[in-house]
């Protein structure tokens, strides 16, 4: 009898939206703007739009998958038990790009703005401390971090409904350029070519990333064939709402906004909506919500690594082991932790490199796999099936592959360098295994006389 110790089952709906949504952080809209607003030519709106129905197509595709697998694996688990496992295998290692870089770029984000506020401690310092916080949190249990999330991303919440309101206010008063709040104007860009408007949506698709990520918990929800998608669609939904509401308040209030530096963009557009109260209490907020993406992030990562240990991808001793107490893979977190310290040595850039690559690509076959197992293997085929599990899937594939295209060039050669190592890997596993299997398969059972 296998007694070993399995993750609990204690995640409802609002839990798994609150650790979606802290793991997303909808204050990732500051975080990002200037890169953005630069990749976009200006146009927020239709890149976030354009980005919003990307997802929700793929979003669409994670809900179907999970209903069939309702286990932690994301991605690789969909495609290996949809396709085949050594393509499983690789898109699992994608995906493995996108999860274990999340934490750093939290972790990052939080020590740059907490040396903001206090110069004289570097930031190596607040990478160390936020690594040892973000362990502890993660290996006291799955309540504690659902719990954590769920107060950050109120606070989050009610910032964003502040800062737009302050512009509302603005408009109302005359201060603003606009003397109105309804106009088009943010959904035409005639002046701006649609190649750059995609290539922003290629970013931006960054900021839903999330969604995918509460896949990871499956094992640890009740009810997880209904639960998660339901969880997936509120997400999505509520980040596009948030996302596309403050693009067009601050496009429609100051359409010659400018900036000299991406990075702190938004503490200029947020000062100059504000002032200084509006602004402390932005460095605030963000720091709350970078603390709480980063208990978020790690607790997917190390339930992907726990699900890649599971089927001995991975050292299954390792990664699959739960502590008997917690009931936490307290293994992967240490392991994570260690790997996060990564964080005093590499820039925010090149850690946002990493995920886009990982998240765009596991994406794209999530899609396929809809279609290979529904489609294919199960034969749903009249007219309402065709529809759910080929065109919709399709238009996903084909959205999401278009804009992993779009990323820069420098994004893409790393992106296939990883694969490649992770290419030999299964190469070089699979010969040191395949010994071991001829010679069990060759063993010859002598009957008894």
Known sequence: MNNQPALSKSLKVYQIVFLGLAWMTPMIFFTVYGVAYDAAGGQMVLAYLIAFLAIFFTAYSYSRMVKAYPIAGSAFTYTKKAIHPRLGFLVGWALLLDYIFSPIIAILTF?????????????????????????????????????????????????????CLFIIKDIATGQASSSTLFSLHPFLASDVPFTTIFSGAALICFCFLGFDAV???????IQPEKTIPTAIFLIVCIAAVMYIAISYFTQIAYPGFTFTNPDNAAYTLVK??????????????????????????????TRFLYALGRESVLSQKVFS?????????????????????????????????????????????????????FYIKLKKRSFTETILYLVF?????????????????????????????????????????????????????????
């Open 215 to 221: 896949t990871t918990m499956a094992e640890e929800t």
């Open 321 to 373: 082991y739960i502590h008997p107490t917690f009931k936490t893979p307290v293994v992967n977190i240490l392991l994570v932790t260690a790997f996060s310290f990564l964080g005093m040595f590499i820039d925010l850039n090149t850690a946002v490199t990493f995920v886009s690559f990982g998240a765009l690509t596991a994406f794209t076959f999530v899609n396929i796999s809809v279609i290979a197992h």
């Open 111 to 163: 020590g740059i703005f907490m040396h903001t506020e206090f110069p004289s401690i570097p930031v190596y310092v607040w990478v160390i401390v936020m690594n040892i916080i973000l362990a502890l949190v993660n290996i006291v249990g799955i309540k504690s971090v659902a719990r954590i999330s769920g107060i950050s991303v109120v606070v989050q919440i009610l910032f964003i409904s502040l800062f």
């Open 393 to 449: 899937p399709l238009i996903g594939a084909g959205f999401i592959g278009w804009l992993l295209t779009l990323l820069n060039k420098d994004t893409l050669l790393i992106g296939v360098a990883w694969l490649t190592i992770g290419f030999l890997y299964l190469f070089v596993k699979s010969r040191l295994t395949a010994p071991f299997v001829k010679r069990e398969s060759s063993k010859v059972t002598v009957p008894e006389k």
């Open 272 to 301: 100059l909506v504000g002032g200084n109260l509006l602004s402390s209490l932005f460095i605030t907020v963000l720091i709350i919500a970078t603390f709480t993406q980063g208990v978020s992030s790690v607790t997917s990562v």
